[in-house]
């Protein structure tokens, strides 16, 4: 389980921004009602995160500057009510064979029903107006979780070029990048060193299945309903498998307060919301959203929003339960494996601070302290969006990028 577009994390994807939108063409594809397809019948196959700017047909350092633009972020929905989802204008499409899709289920989603292209190559501005208006998610928790003015939601893309000069390396790695977006521990995704993290994996989902049966809630009717101890006792079996036995694993402070409100925000935006009240999430609507990636039938947006105030207290419940609360032989701790062996993390005071941190401090390329003009301004404008949310609940201080490039 990734949500990763719905969280704070890199500004490697916020760079973008200063960007002009250049034209969603290249020289083998284009795009035609919504989706990319070949420009020519005879066109290579689509470019993956594995293979180098040549052979990807992304354009060179030398011509991939853009003119800037400044970077605005969209207003909240006004008069937000709970309505059906989708509505008439946003019906299913399944992707087609050159649409990106990525290891966020809430994307695909998005882009399936044409909230945010269906192609997969979208925008920042779009990615924020997406969730607002299809999942009902307040913009305190959007604005600080942009990603980039244009991007993949998967693997990279010829659609989307690199960074002036390419700053971060010759290519725009989409959202199913490793090391920077992904992280190991997912609940419905392999861990890196183990296969394609970005993709579905149908045995995962069958075992979180099996975690429903046994700690989920009974309701009327035949539907068992998902609560916090069946992603509280999932998270350790999880954690605890990895620990065991992947030797790249990687779960640091960072990665684990991802873990925890992605949960979170699973348990608050996934259910549907009838009369505005959250009925719980059933087996159907969890299979529809991350085996199917569609909204199920008849889901009912929440409003108002879910914002900062829902989200906090549940990874709160999640983050007690998975650190102070089971057996010492069980508790998950924020580390790596090197060497065989798993190196924990220095104790830390507050996970939302440390987290925070740790994410700016690893992930976002020093580099990005250098950048001049519009660039600079886009730049301290999204390091400020990361930063707000994290002040106002846990009085957290600013941190410097200092991350490496083009990794």
């Known amino acids: 389980m990734r949500f990763i577009s719905l969280i704070p994390l890199s500004l490697l994807t916020f ?31 689509r470019p993956s995160v594995t293979q180098s700017p040549s052979q990807a ?19 909240p929905i006004a008069n937000f009510t709970s309505k059906i989802i989708p509505d008439d204008d946003h019906p299913y499409r399944a992707p087609c064979q050159y649409d990106r899709r990525g290891p966020c289920p809430a ?3 998005l882009a399936n029903h044409g909230y945010i292209p269906r192609n997969g190559v979208t925008t920042t501005e779009q990615i924020i107006q997406g969730c607002m208006e299809g999942f009902g998610m307040a913009r305190d928790l959007t604005r600080g979780n942009a990603n980039t003015a244009m991007l993949s939601i998967g693997d990279a893309d010829e659609l989307v070029p690199p960074l002036p000069g390419c700053i971060d390396g010759p290519i725009s790695g989409g ?8 992280g190991d ?6 861990d890196a060193s183990e296969g394609s993290g970005s993709r579905f994996n149908p045995g995962l989902f069958d075992q979180l299945l099996l975690f429903v049966g046994k700690f989920g809630d009974n309701s009327p009717g035949q539907d068992t309903r998902l609560n916090s101890e069946v992603f509280t006792q999932l998270l350790r079996s999880r954690f605890n498998f990895e620990k065991a036995n992947d030797p790249k694993l990687s779960y640091r402070v960072g990665r684990q307060l991802i873990s925890l409100a992605a949960t979170a925000l699973i348990l608050e935006l996934f259910p549907s919301f009838p009369n ?27 409003a108002p929003p879910a914002g900062l105030p829902e989200i906090v207290p549940t990874a709160g ?7 102070m609360d089971p057996p010492s032989d069980t508790v998950v701790s924020p580390g790596r494996n090197i060497n065989g062996t798993y190196v924990q993390d220095p104790p830390f005071q507050n996970i939302l601070c440390e987290g925070y941190m740790a994410t700016v401090e690893t992930d976002i390329p020093a580099i990005f302290n250098k950048q001049t003009g519009i660039l600079k ?31």
């Not at 350092?61 to 800037?68: E, G």
């Not at 419940?317 to 650190?323: L, P, S």
């Open 185 to 190: 521990v997912s609940l419905t995704r392999l």
């Open 107 to 109: 994307l695909n989603t």
């Open 276 to 302: 505005g009240v959250n009925a719980n999430l059933t087996v159907p609507e969890l299979s529809s959203f991350f085996r199917d990636e569609r909204f199920p039938e008849n889901w009912v947006r929440r």
């Open 175 to 182: 959202l199913s990048k490793a090391g920077r977006i992904e």
């Open 15 to 45: 760079a973008t921004a200063a960007l002009a939108f250049p034209s969603l063409a290249s020289r083998h594809y284009k795009v035609q009602d919504g989706h990319t397809v070949p420009s020519t019948q005879d066109q290579p196959a």
């Open 57 to 75: 047909g992304i354009q060179s350092c030398l011509h991939s500057s853009q003119k800037a633009r400044k970077f605005v972020l969209p207003d």
């Open 317 to 323: 419940i999640f983050a007690k339960a998975i650190t």
């Open 377 to 407: 301004e886009n730049v301290d404008t999204m390091l400020a969006a990361m930063l707000k949310p994290f002040a106002d609940i846990a009085n957290c201080t600013a941190a410097v990028p200092n991350g490496q490039a083009g990794v």
